[in-house]
């Protein structure tokens, strides 16, 4: 007689499951991603925002009769306060030395980090920041590592954002002379 030979199969197991329905699963997985992003915004949000070096803010006349061009620059550092008109026709740079408040950087920084300018200037949408004829605006943040975030803003972003803009002229008299406060002031 021949001996029947069984071979039992092995036992698979199944994955364990959890006891989670696809739509429990799937908002768990949307939950996990959006906290990933705000983790991440926050992370390069910070990086930004106690680091500042300068920043500038720049009007340009626009397409006006050439020896009337000219580009205005504001710029704000931990020591210092500049005024710069470069004459376009002429090519010549005149530069004026202004007044800052104590601690006027670090103040404006922590403005940056109050109003979210930073993502404001580096994400600006404005479609009127570079319309043909009229005046140009730039603001540029240079950080201690030399990388700058700039973007030429239009009307819209700067009535947006007066708050952050009386902030600067609060910290920095001379924003004053620029067109910037005038939108300010006209609102």
Do not use: W
Request: some cysteine.
């Amino acid at each position: 007689m021949a001996s029947k030979i069984t071979t039992k199969k092995p036992a698979t197991k199944k994955p364990a499951r959890l006891g989670l329905t696809k739509p429990v699963a799937l908002i768990m997985a949307i939950v996990g991603f959006v906290v990933i992003l705000v983790l991440l915004t926050t992370t390069i949000h910070n990086s930004y925002s106690h680091n500042l070096k300068s920043i500038s803010f720049s009007v340009n006349t626009g397409p006006v009769s050439p020896e009337f061009q000219q580009t205005k620059t504001l710029t704000i550092t931990a020591n210092s306060c500049d005024i710069t008109i470069l004459h376009t026709a002429t090519n010549k740079t005149e530069s004026t030395p202004c007044q800052l408040q104590p601690n006027a950087l670090k103040n404006i920084d922590m403005s940056l980090v109050k109003y979210g300018m930073v993502d404001k200037i580096a994400f600006n949408s404005d479609h009127n920041a570079t319309m043909l004829g009229g005046k140009t605006y730039h603001i540029s943040v240079t950080l201690q590592d030399g990388s700058t975030i700039g973007k030429d803003v239009g009307m819209n972003f700067n009535t947006d954002n007066a708050p952050f803009f009386e902030d600067v002229a609060l910290y920095a008299p001379a924003f004053e002379d620029l067109e910037f406060a005038e939108y300010m002031n006209s609102q």
